[in-house]
């Protein structure tokens, strides 16, 4: 091809779909006007991404630089094609609605590093418990875990950095500019990871101050994330201010927080406190709808349930009353059509820092609320909600 506008010095480029020849023979292949980009181009026999039980087909584009015929580099992208939008209270995937059942999964191990056997380990584990949705806590998550996700089909809240923060963050310049910052760079690094649906930011923040700087933050960062992602993922936030959260209009999302009867820990069980789950859950959809006809999405719910600990199920801190908590949060999002879907906190046990939290709180050193100990051992809880994600995964869609 004679050179374009931007090929000076006998440099072009040349793209193709799907090809896995390592960029041999792509002097034939369709030049590449870098100022105009691909803007428009259909995929040859493109298929819909999809999460499992389905397939999650993914493409590629390779570019290549040339000097006349000789080849200077190549480059090779994965991507998926697929939509995510809402409809009413429903999330709609590739047009069909979903109910998102899963967990919360901090990047930890015993160690502050996590290797990439560690990773499949972890992604296999969630796929055995019927899980078709992760929700990453409480920062952008490994690409190599994205990756994973892409080719086993599981779908992926990704957050911006960020964790209480206060009105004192929210009237600063320096933290709202590196926060979007953050934002720019998450949106980017993901881009083409069509497992990444919900992007979040902001956890637990002071959503109930209505202060016009924490107006400013809250809408900024969400105007931010759709601007960087073209509108290819929904924006949320996870609240700990359900019936006084001012910040509700920011979200496509809405997404709340709450540890019912688990806190005060301190405090014997309550199976009447058990037994009203479903309708505080309820309650708190119906105040929310009262903000906008929004899917919402419990996005924290969970007991805390020390591995090996057994006991009766009236006593906290035991895997039976752990597993008891767990069950009663995911059938109530289960059984209620206005619910969107639930990441129950947490996928397994993690360190924490012993001095913020005591031992009644946080024993041994550990957020002990993971379905999996720190080393990954099945607790109760995870046999208990693997049952029933299971037989969800097998039901009907749609």
């Not at 910052?181 to 993901?190: D, G, I, K, Q, Y």
Request: include cysteine.
């Amino acid at each position: 091809p004679s050179p374009g506008p931007d090929m000076a010095d006998g440099l072009s480029y040349h793209w193709r779909f799907d090809d896995d020849r390592q960029c041999q023979g792509s002097a034939a292949w369709d030049p590449l006007v870098v100022s105009q980009g691909l803007s428009g181009v259909e995929v040859p026999q493109a298929q819909a991404w999809s999460p499992r039980p389905g397939s999650p087909a993914m493409h590629t584009l390779t570019v290549a630089l040339m000097r006349d015929d000789l080849l200077l580099d190549c480059v090779r992208v994965r991507f998926g094609l697929r939509t995510v939008a809402t409809r009413g209270h429903e999330i709609l995937l590739n047009g069909v609605p979903i109910k998102l059942l899963g967990f919360n999964r901090h990047d930890m191990v015993d160690s502050p590093v996590l290797s990439y056997e560690d990773l499949v380990r972890d992604v296999d584990l969630l796929e055995a418990l019927g899980a078709n949705f992760v929700r990453g806590a409480h920062y952008a998550q490994d690409q190599r875990f994205l990756d994973l996700c892409d080719v086993r089909g599981l779908l992926v809240w990704e957050e911006v950095l960020g964790w209480q923060n206060t009105v004192s963050d929210f009237e600063s310049s320096r933290f709202l500019m590196q926060s979007l910052r953050m934002a720019t760079e998450l949106s980017f690094a993901s881009s083409n990871h069509p497992s990444v649906i919900l992007l979040g930011f902001f956890n637990e923040g002071e959503s109930f101050d209505g202060s016009e700087a924490t107006l400013v933050a809250y809408n900024a960062m969400a105007h931010h994330l759709r601007r960087h992602t073209g509108h290819t993922r929904l924006i949320s936030y996870g609240s700990n201010h359900a019936g006084e959260d001012l910040h509700l209009d920011a979200v496509d999302v809405f997404a709340f927080h709450l540890y019912l009867a688990w806190y005060p820990t301190t405090q014997p069980v309550d199976f009447e406190d058990v037994g009203r789950i479903p309708s505080i859950w309820e309650q708190v959809r119906s105040w929310a709808a009262s903000h906008g006809e929004k899917p919402m999405l419990v996005t924290e719910a969970g007991a805390g349930g020390l591995f090996g600990f057994h006991g009766p199920v009236e006593q906290k801190w035991t895997e039976e009353y752990q597993a008891l908590l767990l069950q009663t949060h995911l059938e109530a999002v289960i059984q209620n059509p206005g619910i969107a879907g639930i990441s129950l906190w947490q996928f397994a046990d993690i360190p924490i820092d012993r001095d913020v939290s005591d031992e009644q709180h946080r024993p041994r050193g550990l957020n002990n609320k993971g379905v999996f100990s720190l080393y990954r051992q099945p607790k109760l809880a995870a046999h208990v909600v693997a049952k029933i994600m299971l037989q969800q995964l097998d039901a009907p869609s749609g």
